[in-house]
C-alpha cells in the first residue's frame, strides 16, 4: 500500500501541470508509470526499499543487542555487543532479502505479464490486497488465542 502510493506521487505531480511537456515529466512519466519497463522496476525497487525501511524500524538489531547485553542474554558462540549486532544485523538482511524478493514477486509480477496480456495488471493490486487480508486475519487470530488462553494459566 504505501509502495503504490509513494510511487504515484511523482507521476500525479506531473500530471497537475499540463501533462509531460518537457524532458522531465517525460522521464518521470516513464518511470513511475506501471505500463513501462522502467515503471516497474522502479516499483520493485521501492517495495524492496520500503521492506527493508519498515523491517528495519521493527527489529533494530543495534538496540536488540544492547538489550541482550544488558540482560545477560547471548547467541551460542557469539560474543556480546558489536559481534552480536553484526551477527543479529547479518541475519536480519538475509531473511529481509528473501521476504522483500517475495514480496516483489508479489507486486511485481502481475504487472510484469500485464505488459503482454491486457488487465493482467490489475491482479498486482489483487495479491497485494489479499496478502495485507491473510496477514491481518493471521494477527487477528494469534490475538484471539492469546486472549483465550490468558486465564489458563495455574498458579503456584
Do not use: C
Not at 509480477?109 to 496477514?135: E, Q
Not at 491481518?136 to 494469534?142: A, G, S, V
Amino acid at each position: 500500500m504505501f509502495s503504490s502510493s509513494l510511487f504515484s506521487v511523482p507521476r500525479l505531480l506531473v500530471n497537475q501541470t499540463v501533462g509531460p511537456t518537457d524532458a522531465f515529466q517525460r522521464w518521470v512519466a516513464t518511470w513511475f508509470s506501471f505500463q513501462t519497463w522502467q515503471g516497474i522496476l522502479m516499483y520493485g525497487i521501492l517495495i524492496v526499499l520500503l521492506g527493508y525501511a519498515f523491517g528495519y524500524l521493527n527489529v533494530q538489531p543495534t538496540n536488540v543487542a544492547k538489550e541482550m547485553k544488558e540482560n545477560g542474554e547471548y547467541f551460542l558462540n557469539v560474543m556480546p555487543g558489536d559481534p552480536t549486532e553484526m551477527f543479529l544485523s547479518g541475519h536480519f538482511g538475509r531473511l529481509s532479502l528473501l521476504g522483500n524478493l517475495i514480496l516483489a514477486l508479489i507486486g511485481v509480477g502481475p504487472l510484469i505479464v500485464g505488459l503482454y496480456i491486457p488487465g493482467a495488471a490489475n491482479f498486482s493490486v489483487l495479491f497485494s490486497s489479499l496478502f495485507i487480508l491473510i496477514t491481518l486475519t493471521d494477527t487477528i487470530i494469534q490475538q484471539v488465542r492469546a486472549l483465550r488462553t490468558k486465564d489458563r494459566y495455574s498458579v503456584f
